[in-house]
Structure formats: C-alpha cells, structure tokens
C-alpha cells in the first residue's frame, strides 16, 4: 500500500441511518424463547443415469477438442472449377445484349407524329331502355306511398295429419315400446349345434380329377 492512501473515516453519529421508534421498540422488547425450534434438512439431490452419461458425453467431447493433434490432418488441395456457359446461354446473352444496345442507341426523330382522338361510344337501345326501367325502379321505392297500403290479416293454418299417418305414428310408437319393455326372462334356452358336413364320394372324385 502507498503512503499516499487515506484510511476511510468513520461515519458520525448524526450521519448514521436513524431507525424508526416504534421499530426500534420492537427489536428491543423481541424475546427469543417465543420462536419456534425447526431443523434443518440439508438436501443432496444425486444426479440420474441419463444425466451422467451426458456429463460423460460432454467431458470426452471437451477433452477431444483439447487433446487433438492437429499432426493428423492431411493437407488438401483445394481446386476451383470455372464452368462455361454453353451454346444456348451464350446465345441468350447476346440477344439480351443486343436488345439493350438497340433501345439505348434508338433514335426518336424517326417517330412520326400522331393525333389522339377520343370517341365517346353512346349506349345502343336496348342499353338506354334497360337504364330507364332501372332508374323507374329506383323511383318507385324511394317515393312509394305507404299509406296506399290495405291493411291484412294473416291467418295461420295447422294441417292436421290424416287417419293413415297417425295409423302408422301409434304403430310404431307401439313397436319402440315393444321393444323397450321387452321382458328377457320369457326366452327360452336355446343349444346351438354346429355342423361340419362331410363331402361326399362324387365330391371328392371331382377335386382330385381336378
């Protein structure tokens, strides 16, 4: 240490953080026998197979990099391959570039000169008879009179089905019921046999003369 360096000065009194009374109060009257004894466990959670493999893993990597002996390289020529184009691409260029030649090198005295006209198309019959029926339309909704309106009632009619229709509604209202209510303990038993029959003589001459 140089002799030139200063040993900090201790704060004073007055410029020390104040603490509040009723904090201050508080800290002093604290009795400790009131807190409650807890013990401390000390956790020591063991890494799992895969995370030890891929440690390994990691460590044989690093220590690869590290210890490599660069004396293992073989020395590499690099070539480098220029392809030409062929005779299409050739061809395309030049007609590019001669394209491009003729529109800068193009002369604008030799355009002549040239009076626009514009001709205005009237609509034909059928189009102005179609515009008039249109624009009648129009008119007619915009200022249509609503008090020349006749008041009406509607009266709303509930077709009833025929005799046949509510015939065949209780039928099958009967026949679900039927089925829903159906009592299981009225089946009998019932052995199923199964039969295997045997072919008979003409049968098997048939498939071997086959």
Known sequence: MSANTECPLSPSLKDLPKVAC????????????????????????????????????????????????????????????IILPNAQDVA???????????????????LKHAETKEKIVLPDKDVVQ???????????????DKDKMKHIEIHEKCTLPDPKAIEQEKGQQQLFAGIENFDTKKLKHTETQEKNPLPTKEAIDAEKAA
């Open 92 to 110: 395309a260029e030049k007609t590019q570039k001669a394209l491009i030649n003729s529109v800068e090198a193009f002369d604008t005295g030799k």
């Open 130 to 144: 179609q515009e008039k029926l249109h624009q009648h339309l129009i008119n007619g909704v915009e200022h249509f």
């Open 22 to 81: 009723d904090l201050k109060s508080q800290l002093e009257g604290f009795n400790p026998d009131n807190m409650k004894r807890a013990s401390t466990q000390e956790k020591n959670i063991l890494p799992t197979a895969d995370d030890v493999k891929q440690e390994k893993q990691h460590s044989a990597l690093i220590q690869g990099v590290e210890n490599f002996n660069a004396d293992m390289l073989k020395r590499t020529n690099t070539h480098e391959k």
